[in-house]
């Protein structure tokens, strides 16, 4: 190492100097941080040889272990690959009052895939695009997301790994891909500025920092975390808390007025309907059994107007699907755990493995209605939900999940007689309460969030099947015949 | 069909006038379970053509479906298989105050593997009665285990095939495997006795019920599900709440005369420590290494008094260890959904998959130390923990995994003299509290427990390694050699 390298260097002395306060500021950190409305995602990146691991061990150290997990991704497993490739990454985010330490994050499993050549640079391109995409829900969100890049000159990476084997301490931590990467320094110099480049948002913007001196590496890294923390903290203590809409207007009158032209004076009788539905059941079952041998997911979405059936319809389905390959999610008020993250992240955790089925029983559509309507959510938050939305569904059906969806239509009579059919039957009674009249005492504002739905989120390869629901057996039966189409139609070849 | 059979069956309008009422007492029964401090699993099995999954469809119709939930399981996937067997059991059980039905359950799965031959029935048997002990601790833990065996005889069975499949509405029912079990009946009959008595234990008994006539059979699963379920509430509604002990009384005192004889005198010079240390954990890394690609996974078990350097023991370890390949989970204060869970399904949910490793930071053997002491279980949990957890590290051993569990022990004034440093550094302070104190008051408990732990979880694949922990850089020298040789020694051939 040069004389001038070794005075730029932070001696023992000042740095032990430095750390105890810093270790008191991080500390003090959490604790504020404990009662925050969100979480802090710490990417740590770098050159071969910069330190990742000892920063990831010395944040450890320094922090207090209660509050923060570290997580590493290796190669996708069976399960991780069976599902889209976001999957994993979205479960392993923190709660609200968390750190996660990103050894490497979902930006060096990019660079792990160590593109070459201009379809695969194109493949790297598209799957930083949409690590951009969720990086900016998360941080839309509130997520604190701080992105470290440790760099290392060409020289100093190579002083760093003769000085890690020289020393017999340490030669066992070089390893042969080491080295290698050091002789290819330029072009994963520019894959990495190419990664940054294209994963630098506002709301999760690259820090490069200098990794000669691991002293100053240290104190740099933990004071970047500390400052943005800061200001993050103050700028989301301004954030006005939700309230509901003093009124309901439509963003997209087309949904509504497809809604409202629906005609609800089907019936059917009795008679015949059971053969008929049995009929279409199996040939439901052929089709659901087939998708599983073509290793294709069904995700079936359920939407509706309280008591519009939702329930009775998807009990049919499932006569026709093997419980083994099957899971109902049905969805009720977020626990504490799920409220403590991005409201998308409780959807993720049910996502079918490749071949199975997954039936939501109402959805992630929650955020557009009864979350807009009741004031759950801010104005900006289910505004911006379409979009996420559309994105969460498009990375689904890339996938080549079967995605089917439905919104059970009723007549504001029809739901009357239907409440009041379960007031007066004690077995039915469980499924009716003062939240229901008071959900029917909204209906027009509720058709217009349902409008605006059908029409913000109907993408060709999800779109939305509206079924008449005042005649049960008509509702049923259509729902059996239409995912019957929709699934043997996508299985075409 | 016979004229006398029909006879025996009950009519659709009988059956009608009694499901109002039926359905009425399932839902009150939800509405009692919210509240209540267990579990409650259904498990249904039985002969082919019987109706299992009609029956699991039936229940779904009548029961709240937020309460519910099912659970069937497939062919083991690869990341179920890189777990010992019991794992994925484990973790689909559901939280105190809801139901959890079993289309099969784990019997159906031994069922499965359809063993012929002597060798296989021995496995068959050595897995039920894995299966027994399972239940049995789920059992004495409050969990309302329900297990219903859909009986036919062969020749109901054979008209039940002959009806589904004469019926174009559900002749799709009916495979190619259906007929082959009937052809196979006696057999597979003798086997499912076979399993039946195997796994009929006081908790967890089973209910064969006739199900030649679906109907009856739909009532008395229900029937079944009910009156269990009301003696369980009235039995569990006398237990005591737990308290702490007045006096700990030694259950095996070899374990604290073991304990008193560690010499802690100790002492290790900076100088020399860490070429020493890390010439170790050079060693440590390429032992870990070798059983990773073995496929043989790590569990390292932390526990000592407070104060006594487990953290930073657990970062030198780290140092050694690939980060992807690595998870520290600290043991705290259970959250509420782990609360509403037998105590071990927390500690089975981290552990690792093949070739992986976990570190826990603190244990399950804090059932056997604050818990038995602050009377966070009650007299008969802890005193059964013992069993408990030796069953639970056999299946982690028996599967492979290497287990490796420290206790790393201090003197009382060592322990004040640290105590006294945290107070004066303010990087420490979040580090102690008044618990800390508390518990420093209860030291002779402590070591009572200790004892007793030491002496009754030292079983011969998982032995605990006592730790002198008065010098720093002694122990954690300590713990990184024992680790190394122990990890070599468990992978020679």
């Given amino acids: 190492m040069a004389k001038s390298e070794e005075d730029r260097r932070l001696s023992k002395k000042a740095y032990d100097a430095q750390v105890p306060d810093l270790r008191a500021a991080l500390v003090q950190m959490q604790v504020e941080l404990k009662a925050a409305p969100f979480s802090v995602l710490l990417i740590v990146l770098g050159v071969d040889a910069a330190g990742k691991g000892e920063i990831v061990n010395v944040l450890n150290a320094w922090l207090d272990p209660r509050g923060v997990e570290t997580v590493a991704f290796r190669e996708p497993t069976e399960e991780e690959k069976e599902r889209p490739p976001m ?167 087309t949904g509504l007025r497809r809604l409202l032209a629906l005609p609800l004076d089907q019936t059917l009788a009795q008679r015949g309907y059971e053969s008929k539905r049995d009929k279409w059941l199996g040939r439901l079952h052929a089709a659901v059994r087939s998708a599983g041998q073509s290793r294709r997911s069904i995700v079936w979405v359920f939407e509706g107007w309280d008591a519009a059936g939702k329930g009775g319809a998807i009990r049919r389905l499932t006569d026709a699907v093997d419980a083994r390959e099957c899971r109902v999610i049905p969805i009720a008020k977020p626990t504490d755990e799920e409220k403590a993250h991005h409201y998308l992240w409780r959807f993720w955790r049910h996502v079918p493995r490749a071949g199975m089925v997954t039936i939501y029983d109402r959805s992630w559509y929650g955020r557009v209605l009864v979350e807009r309507l009741e004031g759950f959510a801010r104005d900006a938050e289910w505004r911006r939900a379409y979009a996420e939305i559309n994105e969460f569904e498009r990375e689904l059906t890339d996938h080549g999940v079967i995605v089917l969806k439905f919104w059970l239509h009723l007549s504001k009579d029809e739901q009357l007689r239907r409440f009041r059919d379960r007031e007066g039957t004690e077995y039915k009674r ?45 509702a049923r039966l259509a729902i059996i015949k239409e995912s019957c189409r929709q699934i043997e139609a996508a299985l075409e070849p």
């Fill in 430 to 474: 469980h499924k009716i309460n003062a939240e229901d009249w008071r959900n029917r005492r909204k209906w027009h504002a509720y058709e217009i969030a349902v409008g605006d739905m059908l029409a913000l989120t109907a993408a060709p390869a999800a779109p939305w099947h509206l079924i008449p629901a005042n005649n049960k057996r008509h």
């Fill in 87 to 253: 999957w994993r990454y979205w479960l392993t985010l923190p709660s609200h009052g968390r750190i996660a330490i990103y050894a490497g994050g979902w930006h060096g499993e990019a660079l792990r895939t160590d593109p070459r050549g201009a379809a695969a640079l194109e493949r790297f391109d598209e799957e930083l695009r949409q690590f951009a995409r969720f990086e900016d829900q998360l941080a839309a969100d509130g997520t604190l997301i701080v992105k470290v890049w440790l760099h290392l000159d060409r020289d100093a990476q190579r002083r760093r790994l003769l000085e890690l084997e020289g020393d017999p301490r340490t030669a066992w931590r070089v390893k042969p891909e080491d080295w290698a990467a050091h002789r290819d320094y330029d072009r994963l110099a520019r894959l990495a500025e190419r990664m940054r480049r294209l994963t630098h948002r506002p709301g999760a913007p690259w820090t490069v920092i200098d990794a000669a001196d691991p002293r100053q590496r240290n104190l740099a890294v933990a004071a970047a975390l500390l400052s943005r923390f800061r200001r993050h903290r103050r700028t989301r203590a301004r954030i006005a808390a939700p309230r509901p809409p003093r009124r309901t207007v439509s963003l997209r009158p």
